[in-house]
Nanobody, 121 residues
Framework: QVQLVESGGGLVQVGGSLRLSCAAS????????????MGWYRQAPGKQREKVAA???????NYSDSVKGRFTISRDNAKNTVYLQMNSLNAEDTAVYYC???????????WGQGTQVTVSS
């Protein structure tokens, strides 16, 4: 059974920080988690889901313009976990944040259940 479990969301004031985690489990990830491209997406009320950041097998990262310089994505392959460090949060960052796993070679794509991030002023 494939699972992506996010944690670390919550309520934070403008200018604050949060660190999201996403733990991947299931036989499809066993010993090969490192090859998966891992990403974070978010969806604010009334808006479409948007890509926030991603990290590839080689550690290459990319970010949306709205979070570049404030968010950092990283991974710990030994723990089958990907992180999103979010600094200098503002109200526009309020959303449900979803973890995503995408296989680089086959049509396999998985989502977590999401974690709520609320930034209050």
């Amino acid at each position: 059974q494939v699972q992506l479990v996010e944690s670390g969301g919550g309520l934070v004031q403008v200018g604050g920080s949060l660190r999201l985690s996403c733990a991947a489990s299931g036989s499809i990830f066993r010993n090969v988690f490192s090859i998966w491209t891992m990403g974070w997406y978010r969806q604010a009320p009334g808006k479409q889901r948007e890509k926030v950041a991603a990290i590839t097998e080689r550690g290459n990262t990319n970010y949306s313009d709205s979070v570049k310089g404030r968010f950092t994505i990283s991974r710990d392959n030994a723990k089958n976990t990907v992180y999103l460090q979010m600094n200098s949060l503002n109200a526009e960052d309020t959303a449900v944040y979803y973890c995503n796993a995408q296989h680089p070679f086959i049509a396999a794509n998985y989502w977590g259940q999401g974690t709520q991030v609320t930034v209050s002023s």
